[in-house]
Structure formats: structure tokens, C-alpha cells
């Protein structure tokens, strides 16, 4: 390749502007000539047409159309050099280019390149993100890596992308291919440069003894934690985490919301001709008005969670950042989050420092008796939380696991002819009824990846 050729393809020398803007002309690989501008929030480039041929640049490249094309810096999630080596023509005019300049065309097509990889929305489903990876190509290589430089250097500026991840591979999850949607997804996190320690789960409850277990030195190293696998993986590693660390008084038992409700000489639920305080019913619901005082007493103005919390607490600052790559049989979180059931769109969200806050909910089965030494057995869940028919099919299924997701289908015919019915639930919980578990219409919590509103958004009850 001869020396200071590129003056010959471009008119164009980099450039800066007062914004602290840059343009520069580069080749955009199966594109052709570009007109590249990085400003403020991202890159655009706009196709040039100097053709000096019919429909063709001075390369023999025929130019796309002449439209312009952008990527912000919130969507790329890597920067990289590529080897000095080929940049290629737009596929169409590949022939007529060659007609035109068949010598040319074959020499003056390696250059130095770098890629920069982002994603793009599915046009037919705007929650699945594909990867999207654009190489651009010139003769200097001192150009490529000073725009190299400066695009690392409006990456780094991206807040709250992680650096460093706690990684929970489930290998049985799903159809049995945890692992293979971790190596898959793993490769974009090494060309983030994202760290990745990763844990492969060898039982059930290996992640939940490790999330015990960990010394809050040692997570306040990670900037999250990712479990790859199902819903019941990832409420696993919260459960872990959570049940170790959050300190927080129970809400009052039923018995007791009972006798005060009893000593108070009135029902909890309204009967016709009581006087309702609408404002207070409307904010509290669907929550029993004594379980309301116990979560205002540690929620602040901010619905931050003060006093409730280890000091050693391992995300003071922030809250803790979850994240789930679907690898299970409902993957109910991930289609409630992102959208997309889809390892990649998750892997990009996470890379991408994308969050929602999570609502989750506390579980409370309380001693049966007073008398009882059974202590109170808690729960949280981030999705859903079922008794009953739900309980028996979820439960009788694990010894179906080898089915894969199909054991669902299976067992929950098998429960369902088995007709069986669960009178105590009602019986007991009557006089709470109107209290219990009514999302009101349109109000559906919202789950993710950052467990902030604390975990009181409902409280369930359980009589057993
Ligand atoms: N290595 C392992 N071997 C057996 N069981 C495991 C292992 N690792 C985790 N588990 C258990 O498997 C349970 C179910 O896992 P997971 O949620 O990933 O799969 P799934 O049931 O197929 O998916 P979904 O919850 O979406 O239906 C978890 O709650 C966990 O306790």
C-alpha cells in the first residue's frame, strides 16, 4: 500500500469544531466514503457522493444513499481496533465498482479499522435488541487511534455501567443450557471489558449459600450481580442476599392485627355504613393499615430505607443491582423487564448500565400457634408468589426437571385432575380478605434490577 494515498480518496482532513465536535472521512465497511462526526452525545456519518464515475466514488465504491446514520454513546457498548486489513464495498455495487476499477478497487481496499459495536432494535420487535457493530477504515493509523481514544474517552463518561460482575451460572436451568447462554453472552462482556467471576451452581442452593455467605468487603467489590438461568435462580440469589442482610421487624401477625382489630371493637374490613378516610385507603392500598405504619417507620421522603440496614451494608451508597440473563423454563422477570426474552438484549441492558427499579415482596409464614418454637419463615420474591394449585405444580415439577419446560404442561394437568382444594387458606384468612394480594387495575408493580423501594410494596400473609 503506498504511503499518503488517502488524500487521493478524501478531500476531507479530520477536523475539530468550537463544540469540541470532530469529523473526519473515513470508509465504512459494506457502506462506502463517509463523512464521520462525533458531537456532544454520539457519532453520525453521512454518506458523500463525490463520484467521479457514474454512481461511484473516486474508489469505484458506489455510495449509499445520501442519508445520515447515528449511534449514540449510551448505546455503544465497546470501542476496538481491528488489524490493518480489508474494508469492504457496499455488497450491490461490489460488480459494477469492479467494472470500473478492478485494479484500484482490489488495491486500495485495506486500511486501518475500528469497530464500534452497539446495538440496534429489532424493526419487527423493539424490545429485542440486536448486535450491531460498525468498522470504519483509513489509511492513517494515527487517526484511527485518535478517534479511538477520544470515543473510549466519551465511554468512560457513561455513568453507571458496571465494571465488575458477580456471575451465577445455573447449568441445569431451562433445557439444561445455562452454561451454553453464558459462553454465548460472556464473549460481549469481554470486548466491553467487563470482569466477570463466575460461579457455576453444582445443587440447588449453592447460589443462596453463597450470597450468605460472602463478606460484604468482598461484594462491595462487584457493581452487581448477575445470575444466569430462571426465575427461581434469581429469587434464589436475592433471597440469599437478602435474608442475610436486611434486618427489618415483622410485620404484625395476623393475631395480632386481629386482637387490635378486635380491641379497637371494629372489622377491618368496612361494612356498609362505616366511615371510610378515602385519601389514607386509596394511598395505603392494597396494604393492611397496621403492615402501612410498620413500612412508613422505615421508609424516608427519597423511598430510600433508612436504619434498616446493616452499617456494614455492602451497597450503602447505592442500592444493590441485580441482573437475570434468561436461561429458564418462564423467564416471567426478564419479559416483565426488558421485554424480550432474549440473553443478548439482557447482556446489553446489563453492559449498558440500564436499570428499573425492583419491587419486591415479603413472605411471612407464622408460627401456627403461640405456644409453637417454630420461628416465622421468610421469604422475598421478586416476581410472583403462589399457594395452593401454584404451589403444588411448582413443587411436584422439579421431579419432572428432565422434561424441561414442558414438565409445567405435564404436572399442572396431573394437579389439576387431582381436583384438589384448599378451603384453609380462605377460612382463615377471612376476616383479611379485602386486604390480601389485589393489585389494583393498571397498577402492576414494576421489576428489576435495582432493589430500591425497599421490600414492602405488599405484604402476603400466609396461614399453614
Ligand atoms: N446446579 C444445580 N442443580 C440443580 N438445581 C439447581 C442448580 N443450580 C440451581 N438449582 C435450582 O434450580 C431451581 C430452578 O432454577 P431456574 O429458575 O434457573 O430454572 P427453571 O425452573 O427451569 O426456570 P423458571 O424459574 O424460569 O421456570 C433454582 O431455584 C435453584 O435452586
Same mark, same amino acid.
Given at each position: 500500500?503506498?504511503?499518503?494515498?488517502?488524500?487521493?480518496?478524501?478531500?476531507?482532513?479530520?477536523?475539530?469544531?468550537?463544540?469540541?465536535?470532530?469529523?473526519?472521512?473515513?470508509?465504512?465497511? @459494506?457502506?462506502?466514503?463517509?463523512?464521520?462526526?462525533?458531537?456532544?452525545?454520539?457519532?453520525?456519518?453521512?454518506?458523500?457522493?463525490?463520484?467521479?464515475?457514474?454512481?461511484?466514488?473516486?474508489?469505484?465504491?458506489?455510495?449509499?444513499?445520501?442519508?445520515?446514520? #447515528?449511534?449514540?454513546?449510551?448505546?455503544?457498548?465497546?470501542?476496538? /481496533?481491528?488489524?490493518?486489513?480489508?474494508?469492504?464495498?457496499?455488497?450491490?455495487?461490489?460488480?459494477?465498482?469492479?467494472?470500473?476499477?478492478?485494479?484500484?478497487?482490489?488495491?486500495?481496499?485495506?486500511?486501518?479499522?475500528?469497530?464500534?459495536?452497539?446495538?440496534?432494535?429489532?424493526?419487527?420487535?423493539?424490545?429485542?435488541?440486536?448486535?450491531?457493530?460498525?468498522?470504519?477504515?483509513?489509511?492513517?493509523?494515527?487517526?484511527?487511534?485518535?478517534?479511538?481514544?477520544?470515543?473510549? %474517552?466519551?465511554?468512560?463518561? #457513561?455513568?453507571?455501567?458496571?465494571?465488575?460482575?458477580?456471575? /451465577?451460572? @445455573?447449568?441445569?436451568?431451562?433445557?439444561?443450557?445455562?452454561?451454553?447462554?453464558? !459462553?454465548?453472552?460472556?464473549?460481549?462482556?469481554?470486548?466491553?471489558?467487563?470482569?466477570?467471576?463466575?460461579?457455576?451452581?453444582?445443587?440447588?442452593?449453592?447460589?443462596?449459600?453463597?450470597?450468605?455467605?460472602?463478606?460484604?468487603?468482598?461484594? @462491595?467489590?462487584?457493581?452487581?450481580?448477575?445470575?444466569?438461568?430462571?426465575?427461581? $435462580?434469581?429469587?434464589?440469589?436475592?433471597?440469599?442476599?437478602?435474608?442475610?442482610?436486611?434486618?427489618?421487624?415483622?410485620?404484625?401477625?395476623?393475631?395480632?392485627?386481629?386482637?387490635?382489630?378486635?380491641?379497637?371493637?371494629?372489622?377491618?374490613?368496612? !361494612?356498609?355504613?362505616?366511615?371510610?378516610?378515602?385519601?389514607?385507603?386509596?394511598?395505603?392500598?392494597?396494604?393492611?393499615?397496621?403492615?402501612?405504619?410498620?413500612?412508613?417507620?422505615?421508609?424516608?421522603?427519597? +423511598? &430510600?430505607?433508612?436504619?434498616?440496614?446493616?452499617?456494614?451494608?455492602?451497597? &450503602?451508597?447505592?442500592?444493590?443491582?441485580?441482573?437475570?440473563?434468561?436461561?429458564?423454563?418462564?423467564?416471567?422477570?426478564?419479559?416483565?423487564?426488558?421485554?424480550?426474552?432474549?440473553?443478548?438484549?439482557?447482556?446489553?441492558?446489563?453492559?449498558?448500565?440500564?436499570?428499573?427499579?425492583?419491587?419486591?415482596?415479603?413472605?411471612?409464614?407464622?408460627?401456627?400457634?403461640?405456644?409453637?418454637?417454630?420461628?416465622?419463615?421468610?421469604?422475598?420474591?421478586?416476581? $410472583?408468589?403462589?399457594?395452593?394449585?401454584? +404451589?403444588?405444580?411448582?413443587?411436584?415439577?422439579?421431579?419432572?426437571?428432565?422434561?424441561?419446560?414442558?414438565?409445567?404442561? %405435564?404436572?399442572?394437568?396431573?394437579? /389439576?385432575?387431582?381436583?384438589?382444594?384448599?378451603?384453609?387458606?380462605?377460612?382463615?384468612?377471612?376476616?383479611?380478605?379485602?386486604?390480601?394480594? !389485589?393489585?389494583?387495575?393498571?397498577?402492576?408493580?414494576? $421489576?428489576?434490577?435495582?432493589?430500591? @423501594?425497599? /421490600?414492602?410494596?405488599?405484604?402476603? %400473609?400466609?396461614?399453614?
Amino acid at each position: 500500500m503506498e504511503e499518503g494515498r488517502d488524500d487521493e480518496y478524501c478531500s476531507f482532513s479530520n477536523s475539530g469544531d468550537r463544540d469540541g465536535g470532530l469529523s473526519g472521512c473515513f470508509f465504512l465497511d @459494506h457502506v462506502g466514503q463517509v463523512l464521520l462526526s462525533r458531537n456532544h452525545d454520539g457519532l453520525s456519518w453521512k454518506c458523500l457522493d463525490s463520484s467521479d464515475c457514474e454512481g461511484t466514488t473516486c474508489l469505484g465504491i458506489i455510495n449509499c444513499e445520501n442519508s445520515e446514520t #447515528e449511534i449514540k454513546f449510551s448505546d455503544i457498548y465497546a470501542v476496538e /481496533f481491528v488489524s490493518y486489513g480489508l474494508v469492504h464495498s457496499p455488497k450491490l455495487g461490489l460488480r459494477h465498482a469492479k467494472e470500473c476499477f478492478r485494479e484500484r478497487l482490489l488495491n486500495t481496499q485495506e486500511m486501518y479499522r475500528f469497530t464500534v459495536h452497539g446495538f440496534q432494535s429489532s424493526p419487527k420487535e423493539p424490545c429485542l435488541w440486536n448486535l450491531a457493530a460498525f468498522t470504519f477504515g483509513h489509511m492513517d493509523l494515527q487517526t484511527c487511534q485518535s478517534w479511538m481514544d477520544q470515543l473510549n %474517552y466519551s465511554l468512560i463518561k #457513561e455513568v453507571e455501567r458496571p465494571r465488575n460482575l458477580l456471575v /451465577f451460572v @445455573h447449568p441445569k436451568s431451562g433445557k439444561g443450557n445455562g452454561s451454553k447462554v453464558w !459462553e454465548t453472552v460472556s464473549k460481549i462482556f469481554i470486548r466491553a471489558k467487563v470482569n466477570t467471576k463466575v460461579i457455576v451452581t453444582e445443587r440447588a442452593g449453592h447460589a443462596f449459600d453463597v450470597m450468605a455467605s460472602i463478606q460484604n468487603k468482598e461484594l @462491595h467489590t462487584y457493581d452487581g450481580i448477575i445470575a444466569v438461568g430462571g426465575d427461581g $435462580f434469581f429469587n434464589e440469589i436475592l433471597n440469599g442476599y437478602l435474608l442475610s442482610r436486611l434486618k427489618v421487624p415483622l410485620p404484625p401477625s395476623p393475631s395480632d392485627s386481629f386482637n387490635s382489630v378486635q380491641s379497637r371493637g371494629s372489622s377491618s374490613v368496612p !361494612e356498609p355504613g362505616d366511615e371510610v378516610h378515602e385519601t389514607d385507603q386509596k394511598e395505603h392500598y392494597p396494604l393492611l393499615p397496621d403492615s402501612v405504619q410498620e413500612v412508613m417507620n422505615f421508609r424516608t421522603v427519597n +423511598g &430510600s430505607c433508612e436504619g434498616i440496614e446493616d452499617p456494614d451494608h455492602p451497597f &450503602s451508597s447505592e442500592r444493590p443491582r441485580f441482573g437475570l440473563i434468561p436461561a429458564g423454563s418462564t423467564d416471567a422477570i426478564v419479559m416483565c423487564t426488558t421485554g424480550a426474552r432474549d440473553p443478548v438484549t439482557s447482556a446489553l441492558h446489563i453492559i449498558l448500565g440500564r436499570k428499573l427499579f425492583l419491587d419486591a415482596m415479603q413472605v411471612v409464614r407464622w408460627k401456627t400457634a403461640s405456644t409453637s418454637t417454630i420461628e416465622p419463615y421468610i421469604r422475598y420474591a421478586a416476581s $410472583f408468589a403462589g399457594y395452593g394449585f401454584y +404451589g403444588d405444580v411448582i413443587s411436584e415439577s422439579e421431579k419432572y426437571r428432565w422434561m424441561g419446560p414442558k414438565r409445567y404442561d %405435564y404436572v399442572g394437568t396431573k394437579i /389439576f385432575l387431582k381436583h384438589r382444594y384448599f378451603p384453609n387458606i380462605f377460612t382463615n384468612l377471612n376476616f383479611q380478605k379485602k386486604t390480601l394480594v !389485589e393489585f389494583p387495575p393498571n397498577d402492576l408493580p414494576c $421489576f428489576f434490577v435495582q432493589a430500591k @423501594h425497599c /421490600f414492602f410494596e405488599l405484604l402476603i %400473609y400466609m396461614l399453614m
